[in-house]
Every structure is written in structure tokens, then in C-alpha cells.
């Protein structure tokens, strides 16, 4: 049995903080950590592995960083920027699905009397919090924009670690707007000096300064890569663009993600140099998929069979740059305008315009839709969606399931419908 297999295995018998943080302690050493991220089959997966493995264990371990819960849709900035150690439960419920932990956690959210109607996501990490899986918060951030779960769940996780008073909502306003700014960045500087003022630090503008730096060149790369997948047909093995929800959202902000996304563009460099030297002609035949929300993170056959049947997903909607670059004279401002500049901000037409334009840019031949059970941000839209994308004559598939509770995924109707949908791109000309 490889390391992966009996970690997961491991992890499946003793689900227990105990446990979570002696392996922690164990795989997180150097030696160890360098030997694991070497099983990967690229460099950038390896510092994925690893980037997220250190990151968990400063939030598992008991001293010095304050922990702060997370939802997906914050700038994360602000936590590096105070010294906190972000800990995303949306994220973490990925890992649960991926390491076969789920059935545990959503067992233990039922008998809490967690609604069936609420995202997986939610569900598995409130069951992994009622566990007493996850770290102790010292602080709970949280914001209305896309999800209308995060605040439900994060305020419970509030109430179960007594924290209340650390709990903080921010209220993303639905227009881009002057007074959307000012509202937005005088809540977000009002959290990070409560936060100070609760911690004991006194705000460090300098270290703000530094964080803002290091975004920009986390987003510099990020969109360098977005760039030239536009081109690209072929991608280093096992490459997934929905594995980096974790960089591109809760290290925004940290060397990690610079040094993840600056790899990820050497590698992607490399297969587009291959490309063009090789002019390969079997790529004319490769049928280009935009992906549109997330994927299944337990273990699945869709990217098997997109890949057996000459299918490439060319670009996935959550990892387009949506926010413009941040002004560190004005942090608390520029964190107000990333976050009011997102997508799902407002009305669906914002969505649709990244999506038509990504299906443009990537010349998508088709796109699918994953559509996960409980959200309704992203399934609200489905038709219209795919009405928009119909008058570009690109077909789309609504693939109803679960990302993160297997039996709430008929594997079968999934393979019957990515392969008649696969049937549709075919008969289409090219
Ligand atoms: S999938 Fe939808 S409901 Fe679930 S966490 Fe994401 S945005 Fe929220």
C-alpha cells in the first residue's frame, strides 16, 4: 500500500484532532514532507501537497498564530496580513470527500439535525466541527457574497466554540458603486482592527504593504497562466485546475502561492513549447471543455473518461482573475474592490459575461456545468447559462450531483450522460 493510501486508511479509522495532529506532526517534518512530495507526478502538485500540508499544521498546532475560520469568498489577505492562520472549512470538506471521510462527517451532521437542502460542503465540515475534528477558531469570518450557507454554518460554528463575539459577516452590497466601496472597506477595516484590538497587536501597515505585494504577484501569475492555456491542448499528467481552490483563495497573499503559480506556468510553458515544436496534429481532434463551478473530490470517473474520449477541460470558470490589481496605499479599500468585483456579485448576467467570454477565449467546443446538490447560487443560473452559451452554438451539459457525498452521485447516470453529451461534441463540426 503506497504513503497515500495508508494515510487515508489511517485517517478513516481514528477521525480524532489526536490523531489529525500526531500525523500532522509526523508528515510535516522535512524529511517526511520532501519524501511525500515526491510521489507526486509534478513539481507544482508537490508544492500544492505540501503548501496546504504546512498550512494545516500551523492551524492544528496549539501556540502562538490565532486561527481563523474562513469561507471561500473572503480576501484572504486580511488574515495574512494579521498574523492569522486561516483555516477554510468549505476547503477542508473537499479533503473529507477525497480522503473517504464524508459518510463520517455527514452521519454526524444528520444526527445534529443539519438539513438535507444544505451543500455538502457545509454539511461534511459541520459534522467534521460536531466531531471535534478541526481546529478551535479563535475568530470566525465569514461573508454573504455567492453562498447563502457560509453564514448560516460559520455562525453555528460561532455558537459551538462560544466565540460569538469573534464572529464577523461582511455584507458584500449587490452593485459595484462608490458607496459600495466605502461600505464594504469600513467593514473590513473595522474587522481588522477589532481583531487587533482583541489580539493585542497594534495594526502593522508595513506588513499590509507586504501582503498587497505579495497578491499582485500571486495574481500576476495566475492570470500569466490563464494566458497561455488559451493555447494549450495537452497538460502535464493528472493536471486539474479545480485542485487549487486552496492557493488561489486562502494563501492570496503569501510567498506559497507565488512560488505554487509561478511553477504551475513553467510546466504549462513547457507542454505549450511541445506543442508548437511538435505542431501536433492529433490535437486538432481534441474537443475543449469549459468548466463551469466545481467538481466531485471523491474519487470519480469523469476526468477518465473526458480524457479517454479526447476531451479537454480548457478552462475552469472558478479560477478565471476577476479582481484588479491591489493598491497598497489603499488596502482596506482594495480588498472592499476585490471582493465587489467578483462575478458572483449582483446579477446573473455578471457570471454569464466571464463565462461567454471565457468560452470565447478558450474556444470552448462545449462546456459542463457540475451541478452540485444545495447550491443555489450556481444552479440557479444553470438554464440561463446554458441558453447564453447555446447562442454561441456551444452545447452545454448540466451534470447533476454531489462534489462532496458519493451516494448523492449516481456514478452511472453520470457516465451516461458525459458519453451522450461526448457524442453531441463529436457530431458537431469542429
Ligand atoms: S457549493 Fe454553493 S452552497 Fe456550497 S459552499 Fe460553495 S457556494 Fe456555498
Redesign the pocket.
Known amino acids: 500500500m503506497g504513503i497515500k493510501n495508508r494515510l487515508k486508511t489511517g485517517i478513516q479509522k481514528n477521525l480524532n484532532q489526536k490523531y489529525i495532529k500526531r500525523l500532522l506532526g509526523i508528515i510535516a517534518t522535512k524529511p517526511v514532507l520532501y519524501a511525500y512530495g515526491s510521489t507526486f507526478p509534478t513539481i507544482s502538485d508537490k508544492y500544492l501537497n505540501i503548501f496546504t500540508i504546512e498550512s494545516l499544521k500551523k492551524a492544528y498546532s496549539d501556540n502562538s498564530h490565532p486561527v481563523g475560520y474562513g469561507?471561500?469568498?473572503l480576501p484572504y489577505e486580511m488574515f495574512h496580513a494579521l498574523g492569522i492562520t486561516p483555516f477554510l472549512p468549505?476547503v477542508m470538506?473537499g479533503f473529507t470527500a477525497g480522503l473517504g471521510l464524508a459518510p463520517q462527517t455527514l452521519k454526524e451532521a444528520s444526527s445534529n439535525w443539519y438539513s438535507q437542502d444544505?451543500?455538502?460542503?457545509?454539511r461534511s465540515a459541520s459534522g467534521a466541527s460536531e466531531l471535534d475534528v478541526f481546529p478551535r477558531p479563535d475568530f470566525i469570518i465569514t461573508t454573504n457574497l455567492?453562498?447563502?450557507?457560509?453564514q448560516k454554518s460559520f455562525y453555528i460554528h460561532s455558537v459551538k466554540y462560544d466565540i460569538e463575539k469573534n464572529f464577523y459577516l461582511i455584507d458584500v452590497p449587490y452593485r459595484y458603486s462608490k458607496e459600495s466601496i466605502r461600505y464594504l472597506t469600513a467593514q473590513i477595516k473595522n474587522i481588522c482592527m477589532d481583531i487587533c484590538s482583541k489580539t493585542g497587536k497594534k495594526f502593522d501597515i508595513s506588513m499590509f504593504k507586504e501582503v498587497i505585494d505579495l497578491s499582485n504577484e500571486f495574481r500576476k501569475w495566475a492570470i500569466e497562466v490563464s494566458i497561455l492555456r488559451k493555447t494549450l491542448a495537452n497538460y502535464p499528467p493528472y493536471y486539474n485546475g479545480l485542485n487549487f481552490i486552496l492557493p488561489f483563495h486562502g494563501l492570496a497573499g503569501t510567498r506559497e502561492a507565488v512560488i505554487l503559480y509561478k511553477q504551475i506556468y513553467k510546466e504549462l510553458k513547457k507542454y505549450s513549447s511541445k506543442e508548437k515544436k511538435e505542431n501536433s496534429n492529433k490535437n486538432k481532434q481534441v474537443k475543449r471543455i469549459l468548466w463551469l463551478?466545481?467538481k466531485p473530490y471523491y474519487r470519480n470517473e469523469i476526468f477518465d473518461i473526458l480524457d479517454r474520449e479526447n476531451c479537454r477541460v480548457v478552462f475552469e470558470e472558478i479560477n478565471h482573475v476577476y479582481w484588479p490589481e491591489l493598491d497598497y496605499e489603499k488596502p482596506f479599500e482594495s480588498l472592499a474592490k476585490k471582493m465587489l468585483s467578483h462575478f458572483?456579485v449582483g446579477s446573473i448576467d455578471n457570471r454569464i459575461n466571464v463565462i461567454l467570454k471565457a468560452a470565447r477565449d478558450y474556444r470552448a467546443d462545449g462546456a459542463i456545468l457540475f451541478s452540485?446538490w444545495?447550491?443555489?447560487?450556481?444552479n440557479g443560473g444553470a438554464r440561463i447559462i446554458k441558453d447564453s452559451l447555446k447562442k454561441l452554438n456551444i452545447p452545454t451539459l448540466v451534470l447533476d450531483g454531489d462534489?462532496v457525498d458519493q451516494n448523492n452521485s449516481s456514478q452511472g447516470q453520470v457516465k451516461t450522460r458525459l458519453q451522450g453529451f461526448i457524442e453531441i461534441l463529436n457530431s458537431e463540426p469542429k
Open positions: 469561507s471561500l469568498f468549505e470538506a444544505l451543500c455538502t460542503f457545509h455567492a453562498c447563502d450557507a457560509a463551478h466545481l458572483l452540485h444545495g447550491c443555489r447560487q450556481s462534489c
